[in-house]
């Protein structure tokens, strides 16, 4: 179904649609206590940049001429989205990247 998704974002396939942007509040819930608890890093001793709902990261995309994919695969676009100072919700760890 996730792959069902992402063609449906790059128009490829009539998949049932993403829940909108506003419905990630609980995603957004989590990232914050994740940050406030201080789970700044994972397991193996990487850093935990960010919890990013994936319908906000889409919209976002979106509203740029891009794809989620398009985000996924090119670093710089990650790097401008969590850079964003309105999306400073999303992230985890607050230092530079």
Do not use: Y
Not at 5 to 10: G, K, T, V
Request: charged share 25%; with cysteine.
């Amino acid at each position: 179904m996730l792959f069902q998704r992402l063609a449906r974002l790059q128009g490829r396939v009539d998949a049932p649609a993403w829940p909108a942007a506003d419905d990630v509040s609980d995603a957004v819930a989590h990232a914050q206590a994740l940050h406030k608890e201080g789970f700044h890093q994972t397991g193996m001793g990487d850093k935990h940049v960010a919890s990013i709902p994936i319908p906000l990261l889409a919209e976002w995309a979106q509203k740029r001429g891009k794809t989620f994919a398009d985000v996924m695969q090119d670093d710089s676009l990650m790097k401008a989205f969590l850079e964003d100072p309105d999306n400073s919700f999303c992230r985890v760890w607050k230092g530079k990247l």
